[in-house]
């Protein structure tokens, strides 16, 4: 149990004040407004532990209240009722504490039974604030996530979250908001991605389930990996207003969000109302604002010269080398001098005579230039993209009866994105021959190109409206219907500049400079060692406007009926059920995409496609025995068994769009019936044993499943199971490319063991250790086989050859299968990922001993140990280990801290670990020449710190103002620089660390 602490809650209202403990204590406090409304209490100073300032709260009231096994304080009247465990039975939140959540999942702890690690009011109190995906970065080990879409600019600007839990996979990771799903992402050529999670504001968020284990029993389809779900704090009542706003200790990658909430009763409490709303922008953060780019075109330069010179990273400088690599060679007019090198560099703003010119090139033979050229061409394209985002929430709530409670809820995320990308130099040959070529030899000369520009813009808007009604049923039975209506439209525009080209084999530029005259119209001279300015300049005639711009939609819809209850009473308490019959629809209609370039923009067309899922789901908790039986081994035994069927639909267009014309639409269905269970005991008040086994699947999508059927012309083409005969001699034969009406479900399975000492943190650390084994089977991977292939591998892949049968007439010849009519090379469910890891929880709260400062001390910690990771991609190859590699999961990864905090101020310092990790790629993994560790270059560990302050300022009663929280948040306390890799293409830094390097935060947050 914590120890005495400062406790400062003023009088007023029992349910504010409870929330006000609840804050200020980091507790959990559950209670229906039924039970609270109308009464009044008075403050509560002074040194107390939570429970004697919550004992002090209820004084008077006829409420008490118990603490469940998990930590969570339940308020009931005296005697206490029969409610069922909000923290421990298999009841929908929504259903047992109603109108103080919209969560209409079960409530999950870190002691369930399963591995939930749960951050609540006072981790993410002390969080970083940027946004959700960057808070799975800095706190969640268990996250996999290599790079975060805002920092891959190379593949356009972006700003969405994207969690990926253990490694296996964006899209075997769910996304939940209050246990409901959001709109998935629309996309060109596939399904429906991840939804996006960053435009919900960090202030609005009560706490964040994460599950890294398998759960499609509980949560249906696409949680073979893991879950994550977002409990929005909407029970509230009052206002505030919270200014965040950033800046990093070099004076940029500025950062600012607004947040105002506010909640009222317009009828003493029979209805509730809460509307939310935030704004949140960046500044821009350019490549030439940090040093990785030039530190990896150094490291570039001294490892590895041939790929510096073949790399297309502009350089600040006019790279010349040799055609075929042999040494430079004046031309004769210049000397003829041979150059010691078959490389050298022109500075860019060079000036002077073809003679200094050529003097200047010999003196650079063999030099490299490790340097971003300025401009748009290098130094101010974006380190990172550009964010801007809002949101606004409504939430109304009426209690038309004693038993039937009615609500509206409407949330609307827009996320937008903007960058100018880092576009390739402009590397081409000039002729020996040619006029303005100093040199004898034919060369490649790559220069910077100013106008060469592509602005790269997304956007993101979601919206879902949910009404429903929560009653109360007999028998302590609750049940609610609710319906969903939704939608996600994901806009993409890039406007760039391009090398025209009018239709002839090289481009203008091509011949220019190839032949130094030219182009085929009347343009100018380029000399690109000659005048740099006039270069810039000529450029400008050979360039032409290009782009690209999308606009995809997901139109949702979701209609679910629950119900929740005690069957009987157990000797543990009772044995609870929870019930769910649902219905989901996503549809992305007919739309076309754009490609602008000279004249009219060019349309192409993006294919309807939807998913329909039915779904069943039921859910058991049973407390067999009491925590205080005498079988000491099997002393609070629950067991936990979720079954689920889903029925999936997936519509998608029957096969690739051809000229003229527009596909039908097909449709394929898949079923899954998929379960969890587990089981825990607590033999002892400080130690508690679980283990849970689960399973789930997961439909293809659109990629998947539609096929790109061409005709085979191959004569050469033989089938060993009809004597080597030639199969097109035989008839015609069908390629299907891209997808397989054939494909199935991915399926999942996750198995899972642990044990928690000290579960409920009562005198000494709460320590869990949980392993699991995470096997995905049936794994959808292209097959990438020639049909020659597919035919030699028809043994160890029979789904990919479709015959004729065996006629009478070919098996006397000797044949053992009839001809080949269809040949499969696209994706199949040939693929196996399995993953191993062993999580670490501590979490201990104790007060120092003088002449320590006083107060409470918090130490926590979080690791991730992840020894396996490993891919096949298809059946008989070796296993792909993917686990400590550049573009996979680390091994290990931790959080820790400790936090002190004396009444209203505290203070936390934490400490992020990287493990160190092989930098190659994980595909070296199968080449038994680079196993050896002595071959493999390795990165080294990084350890980042962050250092954040909290105070809460009390205004006297009376006022408007009550209170003011202050928080100021140094982060990356040490200025620690990301690793750099000799990439500069890639923007020269490990995408794991934050390129923005030290950064000061501070938060001003007034409640009314």
């Given at each position: ?16 004040a ?14 229906s ?35 469940t ?16 465990d ?20 079960i ?27 960057q ?82 029993g509980i ?66 953060l ?7 780019a ?6 570039q ?21 040799s ?134 813009q ?7 409206l ?41 481009n ?27 270069l ?119 096969n ?133 292939a ?48 062993v ?106 710190v ?63």
């Amino acid at each position: 149990m914590a120890g005495p602490a400062r406790v400062d809650v003023r009088a007023g209202p029992l349910g504010d004040a409870l929330d006000e403990l609840a804050r200020e204590q980091g507790l959990e406090i559950l209670f229906s407004d039924e039970l609270v409304r109308g009464l009044r209490v008075g403050g509560v100073r002074g040194r107390l532990t939570p429970d004697q300032a919550l004992t002090a709260l209820l004084a008077g009231a006829d409420l008490d209240y118990r603490v469940t096994r998990d930590g969570s304080r339940v308020l009931v009247r005296r005697p206490p009722t029969a409610l069922a465990d909000p923290g421990d039975g298999a009841v929908s939140e929504i259903l047992v504490v109603g109108r103080r959540t919209q969560n209409a999942g079960i409530r999950r702890t870190q002691n369930d039974i399963q591995p939930y690690k749960v951050a609540g009011p006072r981790e993410l109190a002390m969080a970083p604030q940027d946004n959700l995906d960057q808070l799975f970065r800095d706190r969640m080990p268990s996250n996999g996530q290599v790079i975060s879409p805002s920092q891959y600019v190379l593949g356009g600007a972006a700003a969405n979250s994207a969690i990926d839990l253990r490694g296996v996979g964006l899209q075997r990771t769910l996304v939940l908001v209050d246990g409901r799903r959001l709109p998935g992402l629309p996309t060109l050529n596939a399904g429906f991605g991840q939804a996006d999670l960053n435009a919900v504001p960090l202030g609005l968020v009560e706490r964040i389930e994460t599950l890294t284990a398998t759960a499609g029993g509980i949560h249906g389809p696409a949680a073979v990996g893991g879950v994550v779900n977002l409990v929005l704090d909407r029970d509230y009542r009052g206002a505030d207003l919270t200014l965040v706003t950033g800046l990093s200790s070099r004076g940029d990658a500025g950062r600012a969000r607004l947040e105002l909430r506010a909640g009222f009763t317009p009828n003493d409490g029979r209805t509730d109302v809460m509307l939310a709303g935030s704004y949140a922008a960046a500044r821009p953060l350019t490549a030439g604002r940090r040093d990785y780019a030039d530190q990896s075109l150094q490291r570039q330069a001294a490892k590895f010269p041939s790929f510096y010179l073949s790399d297309a990273t502009a350089r600040n400088a006019i790279v010349v080398r040799s055609w075929g690599g042999e040494p430079l060679r004046l031309d004769a007019r210049l000397g003829g001098t041979v150059l010691p090198s078959h490389f050298t560099l022109l500075p860019i703003g060079f000036s002077g005579t073809d003679q200094e010119r050529a003097a200047v090139l010999v003196a650079n033979a063999g030099k490299l230039s490790t340097e971003q050229p300025p401009g748009l061409a290098g130094a101010d394209t974006s380190l990172v993209s550009t964010p801007r985002s809002g949101s606004l929430l409504v939430n109304v709530r009426h209690q038309a009866s004693d038993r039937l409670e009615l609500f509206v809820d409407g949330l609307y995320l827009s996320n937008k994105a903007f960058a100018y990308l880092p576009q390739s130099r402009t590397t081409t040959p000039t002729h020996g021959d040619a006029g303005d070529n100093p040199f004898a030899n034919t060369v490649l000369i790559s220069f910077p190109v100013e106008s060469l520009v592509r602005k790269s813009q997304s956007s993101v808007e979601t919206y879902r409206l949910t009404g429903g009604a929560l009653a109360a049923l007999p028998g302590r039975w609750q049940a609610a219907a609710d319906y969903t209506v939704g939608r996600t439209v994901l806009e993409t525009r890039d406007d760039a500049v391009r090398v025209t080209n009018e239709g002839i084999q090289l481009n203008d530029l091509y011949l220019a400079l190839w032949y130094g005259a030219t182009g085929p119209s009347p343009r100018p001279f380029v000399l690109p060692l000659g005048d740099y300015e006039a270069l810039q300049t000529a450029l400008g005639a050979y360039l032409s406007p290009y782009g690209s711009w999308s606009r995809l939609e997901n139109r949702f819809v979701n209609a679910a009926l629950r119900a929740a209850g005690p069957l009987l009473d157990l000797p543990g308490g009772p044995l609870t059920l929870t019930v769910l019959g649902e219905f989901r629809r996503e549809h992305a209609p007919a739309t076309q995409a754009y490609i602008l370039g000279n004249g009219a923009p060019r349309a192409t067309p993006v294919l309807e496609r939807g998913v329909e899922v039915r779904s069943a789901y039921a859910e058991l908790r049973a407390p067999l025995v009491a925590q205080d039986a005498a079988l000491a081994p099997l002393r609070g035994l629950e067991l936990q068994a979720a079954l689920r069927r889903d029925d999936v639909e997936t519509t998608y267009p029957l096969n690739a769009l051809r000229a003229g014309e527009r596909p039908p639409n097909a449709s394929a269905r898949h079923r899954a019936d998929v379960f969890t269970l587990g089981a825990r005991a607590l033999p002892a008040s400080w130690l508690m044993l679980r283990a849970s086994l689960a399973t789930g699947e997961s439909p293809p999508d659109l990629r998947h499943l539609q096929e790109v059927l061409i005709p085979i012309l191959d004569a050469g083409l033989v089938d060993p199971r009809r004597g080597g005969r030639s199969t097109l001699a035989e008839g015609p034969v069908t390629q299907a490319r891209g997808g397989s009406h054939k494909v199935g479900q991915e399926k999942g399975r996750t198995l899972s063991a642990g044990v928690v000492f000290n579960p409920e943190g009562r005198r000494g650390p709460r320590l869990s250790i949980d392993v699991s084994r995470v096997d995905i089977r049936d794994e959808l991977v292209s097959l990438q086989l020639t049909p020659q292939a597919a035919i030699s591998g028809e043994a160890l892949y029979p789904e990919w050859i479709d015959r004729e049968p065996l006629s009478a007439a070919d098996a006397a010849l000797g044949y053992t299968a009839g001809r080949i009519t269809k040949i499969y090379s696209g994706f199949g469910n040939v693929g196996r990922t399995r993953a191993e890891t062993v999580d670490l929880q501590l979490d201990w709260t104790l007060s120092p001993p003088p002449p320590l400062p006083r107060g409470q001390v918090r130490l926590y910690g979080a690791a991730t140990w992840q020894p396996v990771l490993r891919s096949k991609l298809r059946r008989g190859e070796p296993w792909l280990d993917r686990a400590g590699y550049r573009d996979s999961p680390l091994e290990w990864r931790s959080v820790s801290g400790v936090e002190w905090t004396r009444g209203p101020l505290s203070v936390d310092l934490n400490v992020q670990y990287l493990g160190g990790y092989d930098l190659v790629y994980s595909a070296v993994s199968v080449q038994a020449p680079l196993k050896q560790p002595s071959e493999v270059p390795r990165m080294p560990s990084q350890t980042y710190v962050d250092l954040v302050a909290r105070r809460r300022i009390d205004l006297p009663d009376g006022g408007r103002l009550r209170s003011v929280d202050l928080r100021l948040a140094v982060q990356n306390l040490l200025d620690a620089s990301p690793p750099i890799l000799a990439e500069a293409a890639h923007m020269g830094y490990d995408y794991r660390g934050d390129p923005r390097r030290r950064r000061f935060e501070l938060l001003v947050a007034a409640r009314f």
